[in-house]
């Protein structure tokens, strides 16, 4: 499987975060100052045991009692900004999220019916929940969390220099390495963790489809090649991983080898400065806490490289998303009076390099009229749909639609709440089958619901155990294709239009009901313009026109 791959910059990656932080603004806010709170908090407790072991060995005056409240008030402080933390990461953390999602969604939603279709459902579904989560963890997590090593950094080492300059700038010392291996390891991990991210994708992506397609699976005698399919996808994602850990943990040992020398090198030095009676025990102790409060948030960073280079490809693949075009946003436009759809010498093609689909197609589906569209696999019926739909524009040419009353108005999605829409295929919603009608008609009452479903022959429902409450699974799973086809043309019927789109939507009907059928919904729709692709002769019979469509 092929991903859509493009390498952005770290600054327009940065750019892209700042716009996205809003909603993360106020729990990332939080996290820094508890983590700074708590840098404050360390140095005090540094000092603190310093004055009090000082205090103890008698080379200091104080009260030990005193200064032991102090201490424990200090750690019981610490605790309690843990806590604050986790109950803020919990509560704000899930809303941010959903937040994030919900834009995701949105735009996909709303986006243009070309762009997303290259981009597999389950890749999708991996960037709106792994990527998202990837993202909230950097805005609300990573960045604060940096800010405040960074800052722990600064005055643990600030602190260690006002006691022993030379002290602290042995412990300094494995910096220039640090900052040269990270930047190596930020470049090629950049690239394994990508590798990584697509190969999730394409594994969800396997097993999503082939639990759509179960059926077909199991006839075809294929569950082997689909768990060989995925076993070898899944092989390679385990090479990806070895790769990554393999790296990391080289990268890792050096960077603790170097930070274990510096550590040994400043404690021999504090050792020989408390021999010579230049120091108290006390100070020993604070140096030895400073040098880990110094090398430890240049080792929280280390730990943060491989969080930050997976948050970065996550910021990359719902960049991606967010490029994709969206339609025009506008006001819905109601049609008055009888509706019709008029063509005038329109061209269509999926791709500039590919053939025409349509060629300089031109009719007039004039308000009321009942036409049917005929034509051979490929002859272009179902893009004629969409066209009409606004799902897409012509290559060349017009397609317009007009009343008696008003002026023609080019399709657009501002029109197409003047449509009903039947497409091919099982199209319902896991759900209730009331929810699953409400969808066409939100405020639909119980007996329009009857109605509609009388109309479109499928008063089955009413005498299911649960009537209306009656629950479908994902595609009307527990429904005979024929029944989940009826069901979704009572929920076509109850969505008040002037225009009824079908494409092919009784193939799973027999010809007696497809018959009874068409009756009823040339009755129910008399006044209303009804285009019905098909390839089935029957309808012919019910209509006032019939459009051949020819393969080009």
């Given amino acids: 499987m092929k991903f859509n791959k493009t390498q952005y910059s770290i600054r327009q990656i940065a750019a892209w975060l700042w716009r996205h932080h809003k909603s993360c603004r106020l729990q990332a806010f939080l996290n820094m100052f508890i983590g700074l709170s708590v840098v404050g908090l360390g140095l005090l407790g540094v000092d603190t045991i310093r004055s009090l072991t000082d205090i103890a060995t008698h080379a200091k005056e104080g009260s030990i009692i005193w200064t032991a409240v102090l201490l424990a008030t200090v750690f ?135 639990i759509q397609h179960k059926m077909v699976i199991k006839v075809l005698g294929r569950e082997n090649t ?109 049609l008055e009076g009888g509706a019709g759809i008029r063509f005038n010498d329109v061209s269509y093609s999926y791709s500039e390099e590919g053939r025409a689909i349509i060629q300089h197609f031109s009719h007039d589906f004039s308000p009321g009229s009942f036409t049917a569209i005929l034509g051979e696999t490929g002859a272009g019926k179902t893009t004629l749909i969409r066209l009409i739909l606004a799902l897409i524009s012509p290559t060349e040419g017009t397609a317009e639609a007009y009343t008696e009353t008003q002026q023609a108005l080019p399709l657009s999605p501002a029109l197409r709440g003047n449509f009903s829409y039947i497409p091919q295929g099982n199209t319902l919603f896991s759900g209730t089958i009331r929810e699953n009608l409400l969808m066409g008609n939100p405020d639909a009452t119980t007996e329009d619901m009857e109605e509609a479903l009388h109309i479109a022959l499928a008063d089955f429902v009413l005498t299911l155990p649960d009537g209306l409450e009656t629950r479908c699974s994902e595609q009307g799973g527990g429904l005979s294709e024929g029944q989940a086809q009826r069901i979704a043309i009572a929920r076509a019927i109850l969505h008040p239009c002037k225009i009824l789109l079908l494409d092919e939507a009784t193939s799973a009907l027999d010809a007696e009901t497809e018959k009874e059928l068409l009756k009823n919904l040339q009755q129910r729709f008399q006044k209303s313009t009804v285009i019905f692709v098909t390839h089935r002769m029957a309808v012919v019979d019910f209509t006032s026109n019939v459009v051949k469509m020819v393969r080009h």
């Fill in 226 to 334: 689909m768990i060989e399919k995925l076993e070898l996808r899944q092989s390679l994602l385990r090479h990806q991983i070895k790769s990554r850990t393999k790296f990391h943990i080289f990268s890792s040992t050096l960077i603790n080898i170097g930070f274990l020398g510096a550590f040994l090198t400043a404690l021999v030095w504090g050792l020989f400065q408390l021999h010579a009676g230049l120091i108290t025990m006390g100070v020993l102790m604070a140096f030895t806490q400073l040098i880990n409060r110094i090398q430890r948030p240049m080792l929280d960073v280390a730990k943060l490289l491989p969080i930050f280079i997976n948050s970065t490809t996550s910021c990359e693949r719902l960049m991606e998303l967010e490029e994709l075009p969206l339609e025009e946003d506008s006001e819905p436009v109601e």
């Fill in 76 to 210: 019981a402080l610490e605790v309690f900004m843990h806590i604050s933390s986790t109950w803020i990461s919990a509560v704000l953390g899930v809303k941010t999220q959903n937040q994030m999602q919900q834009f995701f969604f949105r735009q996909l939603i709303k986006g243009k019916w070309r762009g997303i279709e290259k981009y597999h459902s389950g890749d999708v579904i991996n960037r709106l929940f792994g990527d998202v989560g990837d993202i909230v963890q950097l805005m609300t997590d990573v960045l604060p969390t940096a800010v405040v090593t960074l800052t722990q950094f600064i005055a643990s080492f600030t602190y260690l220099y006002l006691m022993d300059s030379t002290l602290a700038l042995i412990v300094v010392t494995t910096s220039p390495v640090f900052i040269i291996l990270s930047r190596i390891y930020f470049r090629k991990m950049r690239r394994i963790v990508r590798a990584i991210k697509d190969s999730n994708s394409a594994i969800q992506a396997i097993i999503q489809e082939s």
